[in-house]
């Protein structure tokens, strides 16, 4: 009698472990399906049906399903009104490597000069503003041949939000970077006027960041290596925040996603970012490997109608960002 209940409460049991776990998939499948549907800026989406050519991707270019490697392009806008059209002031392509089992993080300078489809050449970052992610994709696959289909968006609002609902992100601070942090910080405070001000950062050293403080970090360029060094802070607050979400208890993503919803904007389908997020799931490694393009050496600064810019040697650039992409980087350090 003893095992046979046992045996029920264990049936139970899985049952209804079963079940939660069912309910919880549908539930974030729902949610995610729901971000399709959400678009913060006037800037045009990128359309499902869009081609290869369309979007810029040659014949040439590695296949992701041949590679196992799939890129997304990850903008953050630096708009200074919630909701303003603004230009890509963050350009990086977010690295799903299942073949090498490693995730990748690649800055694209956002003062880069290069070819803008349809347009004058300019810096990269003019490309979002002037057609919206379509165009930013196709300027991004142009210039160095890759096969980018997927990008997601989020402006500075947006990233405060998600990083106070992961209960802020761990950044060792250098004494030199607390001036201008606080700077940038008191004009966020200025801007959301009608929110609780944040405090200011008093010390150096690692400490919790809320989100405020931490978009403040990233937008430091005028102490250590200019906007190459921002870069380097930009990718360390998305390492910081990926290593946040692994510590968080299952149980709790559903609400995590469902508050992060609002403020994403993509065209991934709901079965691509599950299947994505399953690979990363099981890759043994869960550390996140980082890259810059431009390379050092392998450009010139110079000021181009009156604009002061980054002209990279392309062919050079392309050739180091594809063995980076698509290569074993388990050595790689980073080039800044």
Same mark, same amino acid.
Request: no cysteine; aromatic share 6%.
């Given at each position: 009698?003893?095992? *046979?209940?046992?045996?029920?409460?264990?049936?139970?049991?899985?049952?209804?472990?079963?079940?939660?776990?069912?309910?919880?998939?549908?539930?974030?499948?729902?949610?995610?399906?729901?971000?399709?549907?959400?678009?913060?800026?006037?800037?045009?989406?990128?359309?499902?049906?869009?081609?290869?050519?369309?979007?810029?991707?040659?014949?040439?270019?590695?296949?992701?399903?041949?590679?196992?490697?799939?890129?997304?392009?990850?903008?953050?806008?630096?708009? %200074?009104?919630?909701?303003?059209?603004?230009?890509?002031?963050?350009?990086?392509?977010?690295?799903?490597?299942?073949?090498?089992?490693?995730?990748?993080?690649?800055?694209?300078?956002?003062?880069?000069?290069?070819?803008?489809?349809? %347009?004058?050449?300019?810096?990269?970052?003019?490309?979002?503003?002037?057609?919206?992610?379509?165009?930013?994709?196709?300027?991004?696959?142009?210039?160095?041949?890759?096969?980018?289909?997927?990008?997601?968006?989020?402006?500075?609002?947006?990233?405060?939000?998600?990083?106070?609902?992961?209960?802020?992100?761990?950044?060792?601070?250098?004494?030199?970077?607390?001036?201008?942090?606080?700077?940038?910080?008191?004009?966020?405070?200025?801007?959301?006027?009608?929110?609780?001000?944040?405090?200011?950062?008093?010390?150096?050293?690692?400490?919790?960041?809320?989100?405020?403080?931490?978009?403040?970090?990233? %937008?430091?360029?005028?102490?250590?290596?200019?906007?190459?060094?921002?870069?380097? %802070?930009? *990718?360390?607050?998305?390492?910081?925040?990926?290593?946040?979400?692994?510590?968080?208890?299952?149980?709790?993503?559903?609400?995590?996603?469902?508050?992060?919803?609002?403020?994403?904007?993509?065209?991934?389908?709901?079965?691509?970012?599950?299947?994505?997020?399953?690979?990363?799931?099981?890759?043994?490694?869960?550390?996140?490997?980082?890259? *810059?393009?431009?390379?050092?050496?392998?450009?010139?600064?110079?000021?181009?109608?009156?604009?002061?810019?980054?002209?990279?040697?392309?062919?050079?650039?392309?050739?180091?960002?594809?063995?980076?992409?698509?290569?074993?980087?388990?050595?790689?350090?980073?080039?800044?």
């Amino acid at each position: 009698m003893k095992k *046979r209940k046992m045996k029920k409460i264990v049936v139970t049991l899985l049952s209804l472990t079963l079940l939660f776990l069912i309910g919880s998939a549908t539930y974030i499948y729902i949610l995610l399906d729901q971000i399709q549907k959400n678009s913060f800026t006037e800037s045009p989406g990128v359309d499902k049906n869009l081609s290869r050519e369309e979007l810029g991707i040659s014949d040439t270019a590695p296949d992701s399903k041949e590679t196992g490697v799939v890129n997304v392009l990850l903008f953050g806008l630096d708009s %200074r009104v919630e909701n303003q059209k603004s230009r890509s002031d963050v350009i990086m392509i977010a690295t799903i490597d299942k073949k090498n089992q490693a995730i990748k993080l690649t800055s694209l300078m956002r003062d880069m000069y290069v070819s803008i489809p349809g %347009r004058e050449d300019n810096r990269i970052n003019t490309a979002y503003i002037f057609g919206g992610p379509t165009l930013a994709i196709k300027t991004v696959n142009t210039n160095f041949n890759l096969d980018i289909q997927y990008y997601a968006t989020v402006d500075f609002f947006g990233l405060e939000k998600i990083i106070d609902q992961v209960g802020g992100v761990t950044i060792d601070v250098k004494k030199e970077e607390i001036k201008y942090l606080n700077s940038a910080l008191n004009e966020l405070n200025r801007l959301n006027k009608d929110t609780e001000p944040s405090p200011l950062i008093t010390e150096a050293g690692p400490q919790t960041l809320n989100g405020r403080q931490a978009v403040a970090y990233a %937008r430091i360029r005028k102490v250590g290596h200019a906007d190459f060094e921002r870069t380097e %802070r930009q *990718r360390t607050i998305l390492t910081q925040l990926f290593k946040k979400v692994k510590t968080i208890n299952p149980l709790k993503l559903p609400g995590l996603v469902a508050t992060v919803l609002p403020y994403v904007e993509t065209n991934m389908p709901t079965t691509e970012i599950l299947k994505l997020g399953a690979s990363v799931l099981g890759f043994k490694s869960k550390d996140i490997i980082q890259y *810059r393009i431009p390379v050092n050496g392998t450009f010139k600064s110079q000021r181009i109608r009156g604009m002061a810019v980054l002209v990279p040697d392309l062919e050079k650039n392309r050739e180091l960002l594809h063995n980076f992409l698509y290569g074993d980087n388990s050595g790689v350090v980073n080039n800044e």
